[in-house]
């Protein structure tokens, strides 16, 4: 059985995922704030009667919470493949964007995959098809439209993690890739753009619509699988033709 952590499950690209790999025989470990809507994920999973579920509570931001959750990760057997798809966005003007928002920002977006990373190594190396994923951002290959510079910034740094971090940990047979989505139907979007926000976005994307959260996982699925097994350090563009 494959054991897949997935941080930032309960929403968006997460959740996405969690569903696509509940088709497999997984034990799926998901992080989120909520314990009703990891208990939900729970209910969803227990449905397939093939695939399990263990949700850990965990806001970020709370030292005993975080240091719980690397605790409970590092018991398992083996990891097959990290997902760090939690992160945070802001719209704030550079001239209004304090420090405080700064750090916190680049805290979850680039701070924890690092933490995620490095404390997991040891259960990686016990898996035969070892990797990490992490989730940039089309802002990250380019700029963002409607978000601000700090989470320009954190998205970019994680390409350079995760190019690092293949060279670096390839020595472990643990490949690192990455998937940087265009604008996608999540909740984190709806916050950011408006209805004609949408809109005059969709003119300029080549495919004429936003990405699904259900098409990002899929190529999530595919880094994780024995199919992608020479693909390491790589970038993936899932933007609708937006480069």
């Known amino acids: 059985m494959k054991t897949i952590v997935i941080t930032g499950a309960t929403s968006g690209i997460g959740l996405a995922c969690v569903k696509k790999f509940i088709k497999d025989d997984c034990l799926i470990v998901g992080t989120g704030r ?13 449905k397939t009667k093939k695939s ?19 605790n409970k990760l590092k018991k398992l057997k083996k990891i097959d493949t990290l997902i760090n ?7 704030t003007k550079v001239e209004r964007i304090n ?15 690092f933490l995620m ?4 190594i040891k259960n990686l190396t016990k898996s035969k098809n070892a990797s990490i994923i992490n989730i940039s ?26 190019r690092h971090l293949a060279m670096e940990l390839s020595m472990y047979k643990i490949r690192v890739n990455c998937v940087a989505p265009s604008q996608t ?3 984190m979007l709806k916050k950011s753009l408006t209805e004609m926000g949408k809109k005059k976005l969709v003119e300029k994307i080549p495919l004429k619509r936003l990405s699904t959260a259900d098409e990002q996982a899929e190529v999530i699925y595919f880094l994780a699988s024995k199919n992608s097994s020479y693909v390491n350090g790589a ?4 933007n609708g033709g937006q480069l």
Do not use: Q
């Open 137 to 162: 951002s089309i802002a990250g290959r380019l700029r963002s439209i409607s978000l601000g510079c700090h989470y320009t910034t954190s998205k970019s740094a994680l390409i350079g993690m995760t």
């Open 185 to 187: 139907l999540t909740p």
């Open 117 to 120: 990373s490095k404390k997991l």
């Open 85 to 91: 798809s939690a992160g945070l966005s802001a719209k």
């Open 34 to 46: 909520s314990i009703m809507r990891l208990n939900y994920i729970n209910k969803i999973v227990s």
């Open 52 to 70: 399990k579920f263990i949700g850990i509570k965990c806001n970020f931001f709370n030292p005993k919470e975080l240091n719980n959750l690397i």
């Open 99 to 113: 420090l405080n928002e700064w750090n916190n920002l680049m805290y979850v977006n680039v701070t924890i995959p």
């Open 235 to 238: 970038i993936f563009d899932v």
